[in-house]
């Protein structure tokens, strides 16, 4: 089972700023990470695809970087509703395709 | 719009069985693979099956494997998980997702395995 381990845990962080979220792969999971954001009692919104693609609708101030192991989710110049919880997750060619524990992005 | 609703959610007895549903609309449901994933109160998402297009493939997370079934209708554009001997640790929102990247989430329909 490939674990995703992401960092930091909590991000505290004032409206304008930039969060810098990273998600580690136990082994290569290729390109094949998505990101989501979760807002308390919602479902997950997919964000980002493939490891840098942008879902549907989603900002251009969301983009996603990495490949193999080590991949990152940046949030330039956050807005209020960007305050919420993100996960990554890979579907790698086989299963079990696992969640990182999240991190969350908290106001400063 | 595409829309995913979960039913069939309650509470059951540790032992019990229980059936999920997800019926979908606003899209061609016969064209994409699907999954289910969950969420233990105040923990993060555990992803636990997924299905083929044509319901050929499936595939389990090892917490639920020998436990729950999952399954789909394209006639009736809807996909099912039956599960069996649910245990305490079972207890969570369950929500189906649409294809591999789980582009559309349903709601959600919460599961209290409890004495």
């Known amino acids: 089972e490939i674990v995703l381990t992401q960092s930091p845990a909590t991000l505290s962080l004032s409206p304008g700023e930039t969060a810098t979220l990273s998600c580690r792969a136990s082994?290569?999971?290729?390109?094949?990470l998505a990101w989501y954001q979760q807002k308390p009692g919602q479902a997950p919104r997919l964000l980002i695809y493939?490891?840098?693609y942008r879902a549907t609708g989603i900002p251009a101030r969301f983009s996603g970087s990495g490949s193999g192991t080590d991949f990152t989710l940046t949030i330039s110049s956050l807005e209020s509703d960007d305050f919420a919880v993100y996960y990554c997750h890979h579907r790698s060619n086989w299963p079990p395709w696992t969640f990182g524990q999240g991190t969350k992005v908290e106001i400063k | 719009e595409v829309q995913l609703v979960e039913s069939g959610g309650g509470l059951v007895q540790p032992g019990g069985s229980l059936r999920l549903s997800c019926a979908v609309s606003g899209f061609t449901f016969r064209s994409y693979e699907m999954n289910w994933v969950r969420q233990a109160p105040g923990k993060g998402l555990e992803w636990i099956s997924y299905?083929?297009?044509?319901?050929?493939?499936?595939y389990y997370a090892d917490s639920v494997k020998d436990r729950f079934t999952i399954s789909r209708d394209n006639a009736e554009d809807s996909m099912y998980l039956h599960m069996n001997s649910l245990r305490g640790e079972d207890t969570a929102l369950y929500y189906c997702?649409?294809?591999?990247?789980?582009?559309?989430w349903g709601q959600g329909t919460l599961v209290t395995v409890s004495s």
């Open positions: 493939d490891a840098s």
């Open positions: 997702t649409r294809g591999r990247f789980s582009d559309y």
């Open positions: 299905i083929s297009s044509r319901g050929i493939n499936m």
């Open positions: 082994q290569s999971v290729s390109i094949y």
